[in-house]
């Protein structure tokens, strides 16, 4: 098969020739620049140091298309940027100062190099007024932010090689109220001042809503997927009970892939860290046809059959290599044989894509990311087994 056609018999519950591999499209699916840096010197490729949105900060990869192929990823991604004169702004600002994003929200260097989220323009805010009258909300109708989409994801169509992912920079409404108030306040105004938090979900929708609008009004009918996400889960469970969540926020996820599917015949991937298995009926419920990174490390997720069992007719998976321990700390041997594990759980029938379990971060050897998309050649030919 070709790779698209590989993607699409998987994401639909039909078993391919082999397990798909996606890697390399979105912030939630790539690699940092130190393991990308590496496999280009294993397998002899120059190419430059390019990152995805054309944010440094961020630190995930863009990479090129001979590494992409190398790493044998079954899927392109179609993203979107900031702002022009964001970006213009960003670059021009004096070393080691903050990255500030569209939003007023942004990033601060601890270390050379390494930057973490640490501005949160509304973290004072108390009141549905404050969040109202804050003067930073950003114009999600920016025609810069979508400009070069359409040409993007007509190109990938026309070349009809490989699954094309929509990827809009988007943190959904819980996140995204992280970034604005930081989420020791935001959590706590969750449960002291719901009207407060309400609010605030709900404006971050609607300029949510306002963004992908524009994307897919772009290029929602080149799109085989599209990625939305909400980390709402920890190594442990959730970050919220599921009676808040669905109190305040599966009706905002459900409105926002309503309006998605309105839009695009794309399939919605949901990317969420965690242990959320209490959620996968919510998620069923609302119309999430694609779960990731599925993160084995975190409590009931690691039960990776019951999830096969209970709900792999309804949703497909992508992830599953655990980036905690084996992918940073194995051998290529133990990834060759996490890789077979997983596969043999979750990739009967169709269903599957193989990803590690979020972005690959410095600590992974490329020899281990390397024996991760070899191993799927070896245990993910179908018949499996």
């Not at 995805?52 to 979107?80: F, H, K, M, N």
């Not at 599209?226 to 889960?233: E, F, M, P, S």
């Not at 991937?269 to 999430?288: A, M, W, Y």
């Amino acid at each position: 098969m070709k790779p698209r056609e590989r993607v699409l018999a998987a994401i639909n519950h039909q078993e391919p020739d082999r397990v798909p591999i996606c890697i390399g499209v979105s912030n939630a699916t790539s690699l940092k620049m130190i393991p990308y840096r590496a496999i280009k010197e294993l397998a002899d490729i120059e190419a430059p140091d390019e990152y995805i949105y054309q944010w440094p900060e961020l630190g995930t990869a863009a990479p090129d298309e001979a590494t992409l192929l190398r790493l044998r990823s079954d899927v392109r991604g179609v993203l979107d940027l900031e702002p022009a004169h964001v970006l213009q702004r960003n670059r021009a600002r004096p070393p080691h100062t903050p990255f500030v994003d569209s939003w007023g929200s942004g990033q601060v260097e601890l270390a050379p190099g390494e930057w973490l989220p640490g501005l949160n323009p509304l973290r004072e805010a108390a009141t549905v007024e404050e969040i109202e009258a804050y003067a930073g909300w950003p114009d999600m109708d920016d025609p810069t932010r979508v400009a070069h989409v359409r040409q993007q994801a007509l190109q990938l169509r026309e070349q009809g090689e490989f699954a094309v992912m929509g990827t809009p920079w988007l943190l959904f409404p819980f996140e995204r109220a992280h970034a604005m108030q930081g989420m020791d306040v935001f959590l706590l105004n969750m449960a002291e001042n719901p009207d407060m938090a309400a609010a605030l979900l709900r404006r971050i929708t609607d300029s949510c809503k306002a963004l992908m609008g524009n994307f897919l009004a772009e290029c929602g009918d080149l799109l085989d997927i599209i990625k939305i996400g909400d980390d709402l889960g920890m190594q442990s469970g959730l970050l919220i009970s599921p009676k808040m969540y669905r109190r305040l926020l599966k009706p905002l996820h459900a409105e926002l892939i309503a309006y998605i599917k309105e839009r695009t015949d794309a399939k919605v991937f949901f990317h969420t860290d965690g242990d959320v298995f209490d959620l996968i009926p919510d998620f069923i419920e609302i119309g999430i046809d694609i779960l990731n990174p599925i993160q084995t490390s975190a409590g009931r997720m690691s039960n990776l059959a019951a999830l096969k069992e209970r709900y792999g007719q309804n949703m497909a998976f992508c992830g599953g290599i655990d980036t905690h321990r084996v992918l940073p700390f194995g051998t290529p041997q133990d990834v060759r044989e996490e890789v077979r594990r997983v596969i043999s759980l979750l990739g009967a029938g169709g269903g599957y894509m193989l990803a590690s379990v979020h972005t690959l971060m410095n600590d992974v050897p490329a020899e281990n990311i390397l024996a991760m998309v070899d191993a799927v050649e070896e245990f993910g030919r179908y018949p499996l087994g």
